[in-house]
């Protein structure tokens, strides 16, 4: 089968799915280094080849498979259904098919955003000029040219200057507050510190005042002892 490149590739086709009838003419026990470029093969193509191949393609399949291909699929679904499966009646429902469309987003985001688009050119300054000076008036932007786009980024980084400014003070009260607390904390133990010392004191003087009192109790009883003595004589 290797006399020609044709029925060589079969033969090859026929290693890859166990088939080694192809080397039937050459006995193993004779012609070992054939018994080595079998284990070759079916190590590096079956094995290691495929498996690399079975992973690149999890790879691929994994990639495609987010959120993004799901929600571009998803719009295409329901373009289609919009074009293809809607009447004229319902195509004009406003309430399926509103001309604007109102959601909830963060300030800081959307400021970062906004910056982003003019900053890539993207702004158009042309269409919904009222919704754009009441999208400007939330942002604190009071004073803004709608034409003039670096004029719109200045106003937007002086906030953001602003927004870093107060972040700052506020790290600063906290750093405050916290050795505010300290204080208070190291004058409660300075505190109880003069007060340990005080009532120490006071211990040492009720112990002196009760060995005192030990000796003169020692002193009574030998004077007892020796007016008993000296009654007895």
């Known amino acids: 089968m290797f006399i020609d490149i044709k029925t060589s590739l079969f033969a090859i086709y026929l ?16 012609n070992p280094s054939i018994a080595i470029l079998i284990i070759l093969f079916s190590l590096l193509i079956v094995v290691y080849l495929m498996n ?9 399949i994994e990639k495609d498979n987010n959120r ?3 929600l571009v699929q998803k719009a295409e679904i ?3 259904i919009e074009l293809f499966y809607l009447l004229p009646l319902q195509r004009r429902w406003k309430t399926w098919f509103p001309k604007v469309m109102y ?3 963060d300030v800081d985001k959307t400021r970062i955003e906004i910056k982003r688009l003019i ?3 993207e702004w158009n300054t042309k269409e919904f000029t009222e919704m754009r000076e009441n999208l400007f008036k939330i942002l604190s932007i009071i004073e803004h040219n709608p034409i003039d786009n670096e004029v719109i980024l200045e106003k937007l980084s002086e906030l953001e200057k602003l927004e870093k400014s107060y972040h700052e003070k506020l790290e600063k009260l906290d750093k405050l507050e916290k050795l505010d607390n300290l204080e208070k904390l190291e004058k409660s133990y300075c505190e109880k510190v ?6 120490d004191k006071s211990y ?5 005042k009760l060995e005192k009192l030990d000796k003169l109790d020692k002193l009574d009883t030998k004077l007892d002892k020796l007016l008993e003595e000296m009654q007895a004589k």
């Not at 690399?52 to 691929?60: H, W």
């Not at 003069?194 to 009532?199: C, G, T, Y």
Request: charged residues 25%.
């Open 68 to 70: 993004a291909s799901y």
């Open 15 to 30: 290693f890859l799915i166990g088939d080694s009838s192809a080397l039937s003419n050459w006995p193993y026990a004779d």
């Open 103 to 105: 959601y909830y987003v």
């Open 204 to 208: 040492d003087e009720k112990f002196d």
């Open 194 to 199: 003069d007060k340990l010392e005080k009532l």
């Open 119 to 121: 900053r890539e050119g």
């Open 52 to 60: 690399l191949l079975i992973g690149l393609l999890n790879n691929a």
């Open 78 to 80: 329901l373009a289609e």
